[in-house]
T-cell receptor, first 112, second 115 residues
Framework: TQLLEQSPQFLSIQEGENLTVYCNSS?????LQWYRQEPGEGPVLLVT?????EVKKLKRLTFQFGDARKDSSLHITAAQPGDTGLYLC????????????FGQGTILTVHP | NAGVTQTPKFQVLKTGQSMTLQCAQD?????MSWYRQDPGMGLRLIHY???????DQGEVPNGYNVSRSTTEDFPLRLLSAAPSQTSVYFC??????????????FGPGTRLTVT
């Protein structure tokens, strides 16, 4: 069974601060996805990283896939209240269907 | 496109009752999945389907049944509801074809309470 450990579980910061969320596993994933979920809604895909060492940027969000494809990080620069939400990482194994393994999630609150 | 739709939005059941959560997608996606979300546990896969007529179990299948007679619809049946099934249920669809495929498109969720 593949497990993804996500940390921290909770993050409460002031507007303008930087933060990093980590997603770690002892298993190798063929790709890793990051989702953001707002209260009362389903998760929405932010990005997928596929290649070891890959870095993707989405405005103030930077996503990195570890060289060994066992870990990933999400860095937010100058956080804004609109960034508040639940952030989930999800790793895809090598099966033909590619069932996803989700981390526990990080609840981010950005205070004005 | 409506994307992935789920009904109902909220449901309260008594222990032992049965019900069906509905899910439909209009994106012609091959794959559909049901997840449950509980505090501090992320999303856990209940059942999934790789096409019409083909279903398989996920991580937590006990107490749930699924069927997929069409590409669009993937209902989830609770056979005899238990308090442990109190959760938020999400349906998702995805498609294959590239390294970045299998990205999940989620519905808005059904919040189920079993008393």
């Amino acid at each position: 069974t593949q497990l993804l450990e996500q940390s921290p579980q909770f993050l409460s910061i002031q507007e303008g601060e930087n933060l990093t969320v980590y997603c770690n596993s002892s298993s190798v994933f063929s790709s890793l996805q990051w989702y953001r979920q707002e209260p009362g809604e389903g998760p929405v895909l932010l990005v997928t990283v596929v290649t070891g060492g890959e870095v993707k940027k989405l405005k103030r969000l930077t996503f990195q896939f570890g060289d060994a494809r066992k870990d990933s990080s999400l860095h937010i620069t100058a956080a804004q209240p609109g960034d508040t939400g639940l952030y989930l990482c999800a790793g895809r194994g090598g099966t033909s269907y590619g069932k996803l393994t989700f981390g526990q999630g990080t609840i981010l609150t950005v205070h004005p | 496109n409506a994307g992935v739709t789920q009904t109902p939005k909220f449901q309260v059941l008594k222990t032992g009752q049965s019900m069906t959560l509905q899910c439909a997608q209009d994106m012609n996606h091959e794959y559909m999945s049901w997840y449950r979300q509980d505090p501090g546990m992320g999303l856990r896969l209940i059942h999934y389907s790789v096409g019409a007529g083909i279903t398989d179990q996920g991580e937590v299948p006990n107490g749930y049944n699924v069927s997929r007679s069409t590409t669009e619809d993937f209902p989830l049946r609770l056979l005899s509801a238990a308090p442990s099934q109190t959760s938020v249920y999400f349906c998702a669809s995805s498609y294959s074809g590239s390294p970045t495929s299998y990205e999940q498109y989620f519905g808005p969720g059904t919040r189920l309470t079993v008393t």
